[in-house]
Nanobody
């Protein structure tokens, strides 16, 4: 009932910035939204999450201080601002929605991929050195 479409991925040099967007359509609900990424040959890993209200956020240690997650509920869009990009940030980035959680249970809860109900198709980010 929910469709997520990411955009904004590109090839960028190390130290540069990108802003990813995730547009949601379909059923409207209060849901937390997460960003994950998957590099070639690796498992999908947590990047950031934001509560439905936008008040609570949590980041992976590898991106803390460089990435910022935000959302515009009126526009049904979630963003990931990525600054000071590093080659190790190269991956396909996915947004995901958790439509069932009604509370901020814990940071670790939202790091688990299987807690999310809907996923976007992914957008490729390549950071060159």
């Amino acid at each position: 009932q929910v469709q997520l479409v990411e955009s904004g991925g590109a090839l960028v040099q190390a130290g540069g910035s990108l802003r990813l967007s995730c547009a949601a359509s379909g059923r409207t609900s209060r849901y937390a939204m997460g960003w994950f990424r998957q590099a070639p040959g690796k498992e999908r890993e947590f990047v950031a999450v934001i509560s439905w209200s936008g008040v609570r956020t949590h980041y992976a240690g590898s991106v803390k201080g460089r990435f910022t997650i935000s959302r515009d509920n009126a526009n049904n869009t979630v963003y990931l601002q990525m600054n000071s990009l590093k080659p190790e940030d190269t991956a396909v980035y996915y947004c995901a929605a958790d439509v069932h959680s009604r509370d901020w249970y814990s940071d670790s809860y939202f790091e688990r991929t299987n807690e999310y109900d809907y996923w976007g198709q992914g957008t490729q980010v390549i950071v060159s050195s």
